[in-house]
């Protein structure tokens, strides 16, 4: 069983007013992008500007499947999520794939993370 992970267009309200119409997955909202800005417009992982240290994603949608092979072809970073800014073990909550154009390795030498709690 692999997680898929979508970031969608959608903010929390919206999702709220159309209610959870996917039978399969959760919409999960309140994650904070560490190291990068996501582009709303573009719908892709971007540089964060200048002194901007975290940012807000809209909502993302998180599913199971079952034997999903994903394929490594650089069309999205492997960001990993984190309960807080502190990066162990013990903090790690999943592995989200991120849209983005630039390879993953742009990603991860920036340090790229996902964060549920910014304190």
């Known amino acids: ?48 500007p200048p002194k901007k240290l975290s940012w807000q994603i809209p909502c993302m949608f998180v599913s199971a499947k079952k034997n999903v092979r994903e394929e490594r072809n650089g069309i999205g970073y492997h960001c990993p999520c984190y309960t807080i800014p502190a990066r162990t073990g013990l903090n790690y909550v999943f592995t989200a794939t991120i849209k983005s154009e630039e390879p993953e390795w742009y990603w991860t030498l920036r340090g790229v993370a996902l964060l549920c709690s910014k304190d």
Not at 8 to 27: C, H, L, M, R, S
Not at 34 to 46: C, P
């Open 1 to 48: 069983i692999s997680l898929v992970t979508e970031v969608t267009a959608f903010e929390k309200e919206e999702i709220d007013k159309k209610g959870n119409q996917d039978a399969e997955g959760v919409y999960i909202w309140g994650l904070f992008l560490e190291g990068a800005a996501w582009d709303k417009k573009m719908s892709k992982l971007v540089d964060a």
